[in-house]
C-alpha cells in the first residue's frame, strides 16, 4: 500500500510540473512574462529541473529587462547542456546589457584540449557510456569463450580489446568532467554594485566596482566573503549576500 501511495504521490508532482512547464509557456506567448517567471518557479520548487526550464526563465527574465537572472539562469542550462546552441546565442546578448567589460583571458594547451573533449557531454551521460562499454564487453567475451570457430574467436577478442581502450577513456572524461564540475564554481552578481576587494574585511578602498550580471569563480570562503576570480584573471573579495552561485 505504502508503494502505492509513493507511486501515486510522485505520478502527480510530475503531472503538476509539466501542468506548470506548460503553464508557464503559454504565458511568456501572451507576453505575461512575470506571471512565465512565477509558474516556472513553481516547477523548481518541487525540484524538477531541467535545461529547458532554465533556458526558459533566463528568456522570461531577459523580456524583464533583469540582466542578472538572465544570465543566471542561460548558465544553469547550460550546466545541463553544455552545447546548447540557443542556450549560448541568447547567453550572448544578455551579456550585452552588462555594464563591466571584463576580458575572457582563453585557456590554451593540453588541458584546454582534453577540456573541449571531456565537455562535449555531461560525466553522468560519459558514465553510461562507460556501462554501455562494459556490457558489450562482457557479451563479446561471451562470444569469445564459446566460439569455436579460430576467425571468430580472434575477431570478438579485437573486439574486446578495442572496446577496453574506448571503455579507458570514457572512464577517464567522467572522472575528468566530475573533478572539473566539482571545482569549477561559477557565479553572478546580482547586486546592482559590489566592490571587489583586497581582502575580507569591512572599509578600505576596493580594487574595482562589480556590477550585476558579471561572471565570477568562487574559490574561497570566509565568514561572509568570498573569494572570486574574474574571467580576466583578477582576484579579490566578494561579500556572499552581492552573488549567487550558479551550480
Known amino acids: 500500500m505504502k508503494n502505492i501511495l509513493c507511486i501515486f504521490l510522485f505520478s502527480t508532482q510530475i503531472f503538476f510540473a509539466q501542468n506548470g512547464f506548460e503553464k508557464g509557456n503559454a504565458l511568456y506567448e501572451k507576453g505575461k512574462y512575470s506571471e512565465a517567471v512565477e509558474a516556472y518557479n513553481s516547477v523548481l520548487q518541487n525540484n524538477q529541473h531541467s535545461s529547458e526550464m532554465y533556458f526558459n526563465l533566463g528568456n522570461a527574465y531577459y523580456k524583464l529587462n533583469k540582466v542578472a537572472p538572465s544570465i543566471y539562469y542561460y548558465e544553469k542550462a547550460l550546466v545541463l547542456n553544455p552545447k546548447d546552441n540557443e542556450s549560448l546565442n541568447n547567453l550572448k546578448f544578455a551579456n550585452k546589457r552588462t555594464i563591466d567589460e571584463i576580458k575572457v583571458i582563453p585557456k590554451v594547451g ?5 577540456r573541449d573533449f571531456t565537455g562535449i557531454y555531461h560525466y553522468n551521460i560519459w558514465g553510461w557510456f562507460t556501462v554501455g562499454l562494459a556490457s558489450l564487453f562482457l557479451l563479446l567475451f561471451i562470444g569469445y569463450y564459446f566460439s569455436q570457430i579460430t576467425v571468430w574467436k580472434r575477431m570478438f577478442f579485437v573486439g574486446m580489446f578495442i572496446s577496453v581502450i ?13 573533478k572539473y564540475f566539482d571545482t569549477e564554481k561559477p557565479a553572478i552578481i546580482f547586486a546592482e554594485m559590489a566592490n571587489l576587494k583586497s581582502e575580507p574585511r569591512d572599509g578600505g578602498k576596493p580594487l574595482l566596482l562589480l556590477h550585476e550580471g558579471t561572471k565570477v569563480y568562487v574559490k574561497e570562503i570566509i565568514g561572509k566573503w568570498k573569494k572570486v576570480q574574474l574571467t580576466d584573471g583578477m582576484e579579490g573579495w566578494i561579500e556572499s549576500t552581492a552573488i549567487r552561485e550558479v551550480k
Not at 593540453?110 to 582534453?114: E, Q, W
Not at 574506448?166 to 566530475?178: G, H, Q, R
Open 110 to 114: 593540453f588541458a584546454k584540449l582534453v
Open 166 to 178: 574506448i571503455m579507458l577513456m570514457t572512464v577517464s572524461s567522467a572522472i575528468f568532467e566530475k
